[in-house]
């Protein structure tokens, strides 16, 4: 899988899971892939930032999803600006 394949169906497991979170009042952003394709980092956005359970949406929700559709995706990191 190329890099823009990649990157693709990164955003295709977070349009999967933005609607869930726009619900909520919240977003989320692709930062950036990093290690060898390996980790992702991502912004939690509105009001996701300050949710008590943004960390178990983070792995059971995001994280989930992505090596769903990305599955050499090792681990998630939410970046706060």
Do not use: H, W
Request: glycine share 6%; proline share 2%.
């Amino acid at each position: 899988m190329t890099s823009e394949e990649l990157r693709l169906n990164i955003e295709k497991a977070l349009d999967e899971i933005r609607p869930f979170l726009q619900s909520d009042g919240g977003d989320i952003a692709l930062l950036s892939i990093e290690d060898n394709d390996t980790l992702v980092k991502v912004q939690l956005q509105g009001a996701c930032v300050g949710c008590s359970v943004n960390q178990m949406t983070l792995k059971s929700g995001v994280e989930m999803t992505i090596k769903k559709y990305a599955p050499q995706i090792e681990q998630v990191l939410n970046v706060q600006a």
